[in-house]
């Protein structure tokens, strides 16, 4: 079996993957600025990330993941001018700017569990960690890495030989394409900010500096040493993130530790809606409720959104969404077929163990390759094309096929519903509408079916007089 590797936008090739511990990882992500509803191309990320840890939980390792909450200090521009994000939504909605953030970080996480994203081990929000980042930021002036000018902190990036590396940015270009209103305060063009005064914001804090509030970037570095340490495996985020706030995150982090701090870095491509860029402006930015809202299945929200890779763009489609659930059906019904096999036996035939460890070793092997979904998915039909030849299986047999279905979809997590949470007065029912059917009583079999309906059940028929069914909502 070959070993694991991954792409490293920092190195930029793949990489054969070796923890920092062995038998252990640490991930962490960027997570959402809460001052809006997260939209499917924000959730692209976080799949991601959802899929990387699923993928070295099934390699075996104990995943430690955390994810940040931005409820301050995230500003419109990215950089170190303008308007909080948070803040001004809530000017114009006169609400406190931790009333929005909590509403649209539970939003965040309603939204997360509708796409059965396993929850991060810590959540840590910006406006929770204001000492660590005063620690920080102390500590890069301490070292020589900031300087303080009134009541801001600036970070020299001329004095980090690496700035520029992960991005490709590097500082001789950037300040030559700088613009010439620049700030006065600045030794550098480039230098960013650590801490900041502005009488005009809302959230504020007293610091050695004065009253202000955290630069953006210091945010992460803060929050992400208190819980994984000063060295972890991976960082993830959008390709958006890299330049400016991962690249400076880099600069913080190493400039107050003095050791590397992310042996991993993995961004996400941008995703285009019906080959066009997401804008509120075009309307095709879309969140998961709204999709849910247009009759699509949470599940093959999910799976559409992790069934191309990481790495290339994706350009969402509804007929994209509608492929998604029908390939989940394909894996559903053979599911179920399964469940439905009644004939008692203890022999597993050969080639039932054969095909399974094919599938399992190729779905792996695709995955151990940075992620190739692709791959991965084709093992899984493969598996799902020799288990529907089985006509005659046995349960013993069926067992062991649903254990291997039940695995991959720990990684996969798109199979949402089981014919085991199918409560058994409505298998009744599909059973009784299965009975008047074959008697011809089509009145009573339609009654049923709106019954089913009615209770959240849908029932497909199937050749041969089988049915299935399913949750509406799966």
Request: glycine fraction near 6%; proline fraction near 4%.
């Amino acid at each position: 079996m070959s070993q694991i590797r991954f792409y490293n936008t920092y190195s930029k090739q793949v990489e054969p993957f070796e923890p920092l511990q062995a038998g252990k990882v640490k991930i962490y992500s960027c997570g959402p600025t809460v001052y809006s509803h997260p939209h499917i191309g924000n959730f692209r990320s976080f799949l991601m990330a959802d899929l990387l840890k699923r993928f070295l939980e099934f390699k075996g390792f104990t995943v430690s993941h955390v994810m940040n909450i931005t409820d301050v200090g995230h500003l419109l521009d990215d950089a170190d001018e303008g308007v909080d994000k948070l803040e001004e939504v809530a000017r114009k909605e006169k609400k406190d700017p931790l009333e929005i953030a909590k509403f649209y970080t539970d939003s965040f996480m309603t939204a997360s569990k509708m796409l059965n994203i396993k929850p991060a081990d810590s959540y840590p929000r910006a406006t929770e960690h204001i000492p660590e980042m005063i620690d920080m930021v102390q500590s890069l002036i301490d070292k020589g890495h900031a300087y303080v000018v009134g009541n801001n902190v600036y970070y020299d990036v001329t004095t980090f030989k690496d700035y520029g590396r992960l991005s490709g940015n590097m500082l001789d270009d950037l300040n030559a394409g700088a613009r010439i209103e620049v700030n006065a305060e600045k030794k550098n063009p480039q230098d960013f900010a650590l801490w900041k005064h502005d009488p005009r914001h809302i959230q504020q804090w007293d610091s050695p500096w004065g009253r202000g509030f955290p630069g953006w970037h210091i945010e992460c570095s803060a929050m992400s040493t208190k819980y994984l340490g000063e060295q972890f495996d991976f960082h993830t985020g959008g390709e958006d993130n890299i330049f400016p706030h991962h690249e400076c995150e880099i600069a913080q982090s190493e400039g107050a530790s003095g050791k590397k701090w992310v042996r991993y870095w993995m961004h996400t491509r941008f995703l285009m809606v019906d080959g066009e860029k997401m804008s509120k402006s075009k309307g095709n930015l879309y969140t998961i409720q709204e999709l849910v809202d247009k009759g699509f299945k949470k599940n093959a929200i999910r799976y559409a959104l992790i069934s191309s890779h990481y790495r290339q763009n994706y350009n969402f489609t509804f007929d994209g969404l509608k492929a998604a659930e029908q390939a989940i059906d394909k894996i559903s019904q053979c599911v179920f077929l399964l469940r439905q096999v009644t004939a008692e036996g203890d022999a597993v035939r050969d080639e039932v163990p054969a095909f399974i460890e094919k599938a399992i070793n190729d779905f792996g092997e695709a995955l151990s390759d940075d992620l190739n979904i692709s791959k991965a998915l084709a093992a899984v039909f493969e598996l799902v094309k020799d288990a529907n030849k089985l006509t005659d299986a046995n349960t013993a047999e069926v067992k062991v096929i649903l254990d291997a279905i039940e695995r991959i979809d720990s990684v996969l997590g798109v199979l949402e519903t089981s014919a085991d949470e199918i409560p058994p007065e409505i298998m009744s029912l599909a059973e009784e509408r299965r009975t008047a059917k074959l008697a011809k009583n089509w009145t009573r079999a339609d009654e049923i079916r709106n019954e089913l309906t009615a209770k959240g059940f849908v029932v497909e028929d199937m050749p041969g007089h089988d049915y299935r069914i399913k949750c509406r909502d799966a």
